[in-house]
């Protein structure tokens, strides 16, 4: 099914295929990102989280420095983190190709959400003038700046960056642990910007053989994966699966 009238005029975009880390082996990481090249996978997204955007903490820039030492696979950095410009630098500098920047990190932030330990956090009006100096600043290094968005986000935050952004990501899960039960609100936003955006758009949280096929008619391209591909004993099969849905 086609996502809108721009299937007519633009042709569909390759899926490409992005294993979350978060669901790794942290004792072998090399091993498991062989692993990921040898089963075609086109990029490693990297999780990062402080412990305030979200209840988790997990990797910063130097263990994305060590995993860009051992693939050369794209690899992209998800910023769950409070204030992201004081590290959009230093996730460059380890090697991060595409800077994940969530949009409600640029607004303020609904009431239920303000304080420490309320999420997960959410805006209803994107700062565009603020988060454009930031994607503009990741641009100037030569990477690509991607707006990430919040179930619970409304996607019309986005209208005012859509013509600058480098890619867009949705989150299909409130962002904070891999292993969580897709949210259909996502495939919504997906229509809605592929209606509108001709770049990549990914699609983050629950991902398997029964939500990817929906993203993907909805018009994600990007599709990223962390449990279901790692606790697969096939996981060839589950990225030649992935990759050949077609909207
Ligand atoms: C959630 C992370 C996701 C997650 C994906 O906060 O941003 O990237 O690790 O894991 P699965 O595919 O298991 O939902
Ligand atoms: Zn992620």
């Given at each position: 099914m086609c996502p809108g009238f721009l299937c007519k005029i633009m042709p569909m975009k390759k899926i490409e295929i992005s294993a979350s880390?978060?669901?790794?082996?942290f004792g072998r990481i090399a091993e498991d990102l062989k692993l990921c090249e040898d089963c075609g996978v086109e990029r490693i997204h990297v999780d990062v989280m402080?412990?305030?955007?979200?209840?988790n903490i997990t990797i910063g820039p130097v263990v994305t420095a060590a995993v860009r030492k051992h693939t050369k696979l794209s690899v992209e950095a998800h910023l769950m983190i409070e204030h992201p410009w004081d590290y959009i630098d230093g996730f460059i500098d380890a090697g991060a190709d595409i800077i994940g920047l969530q949009v409600e990190c640029y607004g303020e932030r609904r009431l239920a959400c303000r304080?420490?330990?309320?999420?997960?956090k959410e805006i209803d009006v994107l700062d565009t003038a603020l988060f454009m100096r930031d994607c503009a600043r990741i641009k100037a290094r030569g990477k690509e700046a991607c707006a990430v968005i919040n179930p619970?986000?409304?996607?019309?935050?986005?209208d005012g960056v859509l013509a600058q952004a480098g890619s867009v990501l949705v989150m299909s899960?409130?962002?904070?642990?891999?292993g969580q039960k897709f949210m259909p609100v996502a495939l919504d936003k997906i229509r809605y910007i592929r209606a509108r955006f001709q770049g990549d758009i990914g699609i983050d949280g629950g991902i398997n053989a029964q939500t990817a096929p929906q993203a993907v008619k909805a018009g994600a391209n990007v599709l990223i994966t962390g449990s279901y591909f790692f606790s697969s004993s096939s996981r060839q099969l589950v990225v030649q699966g992935l990759k050949t849905l077609s909207a």
């Open positions: 880390l978060l669901s790794a082996d402080d412990g305030h955007f979200v209840p304080s420490y330990g309320q999420y997960p619970g986000t409304p996607v019309e935050v986005l899960v409130n962002p904070g642990f891999s």
